[in-house]
Structures are given as structure tokens and as C-alpha cells.
């Protein structure tokens, strides 16, 4: 025991040495302590790795692709048309065609080692487009090429989410072809893994890993949607007259929402071939999103049974975390704006955060905000409305027009999600509420259109109606 007590003291001394450097001062001082932090080649190197290793294989060449399916869509419909395929990519997991479960395959079998691909190891990839009626055109008529933007699907789920209302009716106002891709690691089919993971903690790296390799994926969909050689030169992309619906000189864009929006921070901060992204009800830091959403209700059950102590349950999402960083947002997000990456150019983001969400919760889109240095619109809430002594404290106000990254919160009449460590049980749940809102929906068009963000909701906090 003296022992310890000496190295605590020690410790103790070493603190206040270092605030005394960073000029904080100790007079009045409570409480002070130091910890170890993830450095940026820990959380980012093997992302960048897989990154880089795959485009230079790539050069100036397109990823394979096949068209396997063409459906038009009545005249009443915003999109004309729909197309899904598949595509080739570098695996760089442990097992051929990369399926749940598998994690990085490291060259020399050293736990520290670089992912490597196994000789010939690819992905064959899902994707899922949907191209609006101004960009095909009419009869014989000439369309108007439209802007490529990629989609994110929500919490597990897959591609064909693209083909929403809600997203044809984006792809509409905005003139965009949107496509989509499965988010590998958490898409339908880890949904087993996942739940799997969940009654053994043990088996989670491979989770995060797959997360990587999912981002890798959705970054070749977008270079196969801006190649001229790529998706503009099939003849799914081309109307009557046979010009492409799709403008291959348009930067890419990027709109997700829910998980695409949480791991569209990810894609965000690694992307190099978009410099604008929409990000519908994100958030950060899934070891604070997972008890405070409704959507893991039934994770938890799996969890309860396997780990009943619930400390024991904080620790394990402590754990988690360390490695998820590696593959969401929480880990990019220093880099997702200001402060690029290597070979990475910046980025602007525009957030939609939804008022009291039952599955994402705000506060941690606040945190968010903060990190990125998005600014946010004012007034953000009506009077009375946040519990907060200073809401959205330490977010700058956002001036129209701006060409940055911004936030704004949209209030359709729920409560304010919970201060406890739980989801919320009052009210309805508004989480779809701001992408169905048309408003909104003009902002993010404008958006990723011009790169600035425009004023919808005037002198007012912006209100949506609640979606049918």
C-alpha cells in the first residue's frame, strides 16, 4: 500500500506539472488527472492504408461493375428510374468475398502488422441507384445531367433504402442520381454477427474491422459514379436521346441519414473525391448512443443474459469504443472539417438533428458539432423548450448565407430526450422528421448543390411538421 499511495503522489505531481505548462492554474483547483489517448495513426492508419492501397491499384482505371437490373418508374413518380447491380473491391479481411465475422488479414499474421489483401481476395458489391426524370429527359428530349450524390442507409439495413419517398423526392429537387451500397459491418446481414459479438465481447474487432472495409466499398462506389468510364458510360445512366444522366463533372456529394449519417462521418473525413456532405440525425460514439436508443432494446436482451452486471456492461462499451474509433465517426472527427487527413482535401458538412430523437440521440450530435466546428442556426429552439441553463452551449451562430458547416436542430413537438443514461419513452419519435420536411429538404438540395447553406427557416427555430 505505501507503494501506491507514492505512485499516486507522484502521478499527482505530474499533473500539476503539466498544467502549470499548458498555463492552467492549480489555485482552487477540485480535481485533475491525466489519461492516454488514441493517437491519429492509431485510429486512422489502417482506414488510410486500405485506402490508398486500393486506389493506386486502381490508378486512372474504373471499378468493374454489372448492371443486372432496369426498372422505370411511372410518369407520376419524381425518379424515372431505378438501377442495381454489383462491383468489384479489394478485400483486405481474412476470408474470400470478406462475409460477417471476418476481420483484417495482416500481412505477416503480427496483430500490429498493415492490412494486406490474400492474393486475388475481392468483394463482389451490391449497389442500388435511382436517377430523377429531369436527368433522362423526355421522349427524344435531351435531360439535364445530374449531380452524383451517395447515399447511407440507416441502422442496419442495405442499398435499396435509396429507393425511398423520401430520398426520391431529394434526388428530384436537387437533380441528383443517388446511389447507395450496403455499410458492411452493420448492414442486414451482421445482423447475426453483430447479435453474436454481443453474448461474447471478444469477438467485436472483427466488427470494426468490417466497418473499414465497408467505408473502403462505399468509396469506390462513388469514383465508379464520377469516371467517365464508370457508371456515366452504361447505358442504364443514359436516356432516349443517349446522352448520361449523370454530370462526371460535378463533384460528388454525400447524404446520409441515421447510421449513414453517423457513419457518414467517417466517409466524410477519408473522402477524396467529395468535399460536401449532408448528415441527417447524426451522431458520434456508439458506446453513448447504445443505452440511449430505442433501437437497442432488443441487443440489450442478448446482452443482459451474457452480461447481467451492468458495470460490468460500461466496461465492455469502454472496450468497444477503443476499437469502434477505428471504424465511426468519433475517431475521424477531428478531421472531418478543418483539419484533413493525409491526401485528403477539407470538407464541409451540414447537420439535421431531430428534437428529442428516440433512436439518435442529440447530445451527441451536440458534441458533434463542437468537434467539427459546425455553427448552428438561432434562435435553435423556441423559449422553455431545452431543459438546458445555455442551450447548444459553445456552438457559434451560424450567418446566411455560409460556406461552412453548420447544424440545425429540427423541432416537430416531442419531448426533450431523456438526461439519464436511457431512451426516451414519451412522445412520438421525430427521427424521420427532418429528411421528409421540404424545407429541409431544399437546404440540403442547395447544399450539395453551391456548398452553401441558405436560410429556410427565416428569424425562427425551424420546425417540421410530424411525418405522416
Known amino acids: 500500500m505505501p507503494g501506491l499511495i507514492l505512485e499516486r503522489q507522484r502521478d499527482h505531481r505530474r499533473v500539476r506539472r503539466d498544467l502549470d505548462r499548458a498555463g492552467v492554474p492549480s489555485r482552487g483547483l477540485y480535481l485533475a488527472w491525466d489519461f492516454t489517448v488514441a493517437s491519429e495513426r492509431s485510429l486512422s492508419e489502417r482506414m488510410l492504408h486500405i485506402r490508398d492501397d486500393a486506389f493506386a491499384g486502381l490508378g486512372k482505371g474504373v471499378p468493374e461493375h454489372l448492371v443486372y437490373e432496369v426498372k422505370d418508374h411511372p410518369a407520376d413518380d419524381p425518379v424515372a428510374r431505378t438501377v442495381r447491380g454489383v462491383y468489384n473491391v479489394p478485400s483486405y479481411l481474412d476470408a474470400p468475398g470478406g462475409p460477417p465475422g471476418s476481420g483484417f488479414h495482416r500481412a505477416g499474421g503480427g496483430k500490429d502488422a498493415l492490412p ?4 486475388g481476395n475481392n468483394q463482389v458489391v451490391p449497389f442500388q441507384c435511382e436517377i430523377p426524370r429531369a436527368a433522362l429527359g423526355g421522349p427524344g428530349g435531351r435531360g439535364e445531367a445530374a449531380r452524383p450524390v451517395l447515399y447511407g442507409h440507416g441502422l442496419l439495413g442495405n442499398e435499396t433504402q435509396v429507393g425511398s419517398r423520401t430520398q426520391h423526392e431529394l434526388a428530384a429537387r436537387g437533380n441528383f442520381v443517388m446511389c447507395a451500397t450496403k455499410w458492411q459491418g452493420m448492414s442486414d446481414e451482421d445482423i447475426p454477427f453483430i447479435a453474436g459479438t454481443l453474448q461474447d465481447l471478444s469477438g467485436f474487432p472483427a ?8 467505408v473502403l466499398n462505399t468509396l469506390w462506389l462513388g469514383r465508379l459514379m464520377v469516371h467517365a468510364d464508370g457508371l456515366a458510360a452504361d447505358a442504364a445512366f443514359r436516356g432516349a436521346d443517349g446522352a448520361s444522366a449523370l454530370d462526371v463533372r460535378a463533384r460528388l456529394g454525400y447524404a446520409g441519414h441515421s447510421q449513414g449519417g453517423i457513419m457518414g462521418g467517417m466517409y466524410t473525413a477519408v473522402a477524396q473525391d467529395s468535399t460536401r ?13 447504445l443505452n440511449r436508443s430505442v433501437d437497442f432494446a432488443p441487443f440489450q436482451q442478448v446482452l443482459d443474459r451474457a452480461y447481467p452486471d451492468k458495470l460490468r456492461q460500461q466496461l465492455g462499451f469502454a472496450l468497444m469504443q477503443m476499437l469502434w474509433d477505428r471504424g465511426e465517426a468519433n475517431g475521424y472527427a477531428r478531421h472531418m ?14 447537420m439535421h438533428v431531430a428534437y428529442g430523437d428516440h433512436q439518435v440521440s442529440p447530445t451527441a450530435a451536440e458534441v458533434q458539432a463542437r468537434t467539427v466546428g459546425a455553427r448552428i442556426h438561432t434562435p435553435a429552439v423556441a423559449d422553455g423548450r431545452s431543459p438546458d441553463e445555455e442551450p447548444y452551449w459553445g456552438i457559434r451562430k451560424l450567418r446566411y448565407p455560409y460556406a461552412g458547416s453548420g447544424l440545425l436542430v429540427w423541432d416537430s413537438g416531442s419531448p426533450y430526450q431523456p438526461l439519464t443514461n436511457t431512451p426516451p419513452a414519451e412522445g412520438r419519435d421525430p427521427h424521420g422528421d427532418p429528411r421528409d420536411e421540404p424545407a429541409a429538404q431544399r437546404q440540403m438540395a442547395e447544399f450539395l448543390n453551391t456548398g452553401r447553406i441558405v436560410d429556410v427557416c427565416g428569424d425562427a427555430p425551424c420546425t417540421a411538421a410530424p411525418a405522416g
Open 337 to 350: 472539417t478543418s483539419d484533413p487527413l493525409p491526401r485528403t482535401p477539407r470538407h464541409r458538412v451540414l
Open 277 to 289: 456532405s449532408v448528415l441527417g440525425v447524426p451522431a458520434m460514439n456508439y458506446s453513448t448512443l
Open 207 to 214: 466488427v470494426a474491422d468490417r466497418l473499414q472495409q465497408g
Open 116 to 119: 494486406a489483401r490474400l492474393p
